[in-house]
């Protein structure tokens, strides 16, 4: 195991589930796992004992919320990263919120297990791994909610016009180096507006940055209008 290898931990209430995904993560020379949990509770003493750099999460845990169970991790441990894993039928406003609170990554559990390591593999560098007809899903259930809620527009107002321009690269899916070249700026100089774009829209990821401006109805156009 490499001193830099990938520190997982599995949340969910199936043990066999919990205890097949633990042994094929650990397959994995660049992923470690830490341990599993069933609940909330088992969720909490993991991770108090624990260093950890993704949690593979299931949606329901014996009737416990998942979702608020990684809300609240994320709000005491904000740099990990978070994998859906799921075998709950797919709920576009479940999705959203999971978009919006920081989430990384959605698999289903129908899905390969190579998926389910790409999507953690992915979620331990930072990048999301979230299948874009669910995104687009998700968006066009935005959309069809009418014009932008007041909270969204505000909160983009709070943005410089350097940051607006860092958040029409991500918008565009183009990587920091991409929007650094463009902007001809620094990668680190990118980085440090993308935390200040996340600290100001009070999201977790890029990806949240980016849904939470579109339900603003931010776009160059609108802009250049």
């Known amino acids: 195991m490499s001193s830099t290898a990938i520190r997982v931990a599995v949340i969910d209430d199936h043990q066999v589930f919990a205890d097949a995904l633990a042994s094929r993560l650990g397959e994995e020379s660049d992923l470690t796992v830490v341990g599993?949990?069933?609940?909330?509770?088992?969720?909490?003493e993991l991770l108090k004992r624990h260093p950890v750099d993704v949690i593979a999460l299931d949606l329901d845990l014996a009737g416990e919320d998942g979702l608020r169970l990684g809300r609240e991790i994320l709000a005491a441990w904000p740099d990990i990263g978070i994998v859906v894993v799921t075998g709950a039928a797919e709920?576009?406003?479940r999705v959203l919120e999971a978009v919006q609170m920081g989430v990384?990554?959605?698999?289903?559990?129908a899905d390969t297990a190579d998926t389910l390591v790409a999507a953690v593999?992915?979620?331990?560098?930072?990048?999301?791994?979230?299948?874009?007809?669910?995104?687009?899903k998700a968006l066009m259930y935005l959309s069809a909610g009418g014009p932008a809620a007041t909270p969204e527009q505000e909160a983009i107002g709070r943005l410089t016009n350097r940051e607006r321009d860092v958040?029409?690269?991500?918008?565009?899916?183009?990587?920091?180096?991409?929007i650094g070249e463009l902007l001809k700026v620094s990668p680190n100089t990118v980085r440090t507006h993308v935390q200040s774009i996340l600290s100001k829209l009070n999201v977790h990821s890029a990806l949240g940055a980016v849904a939470l401006a579109r339900k603003a109805g931010v776009s160059r156009e609108s802009a250049d209008a």
């Open 36 to 44: 599993t949990a069933r609940t909330a509770t088992d969720s909490w």
């Open 121 to 136: 593999r992915a979620a331990g560098h930072g990048e999301s791994r979230i299948p874009a007809e669910m995104l687009t």
């Open 91 to 93: 709920e576009v406003p």
């Open 167 to 178: 958040l029409y690269g991500l918008m565009d899916g183009l990587s920091r180096t991409q």
């Open 104 to 109: 990384r990554g959605w698999v289903d559990k």
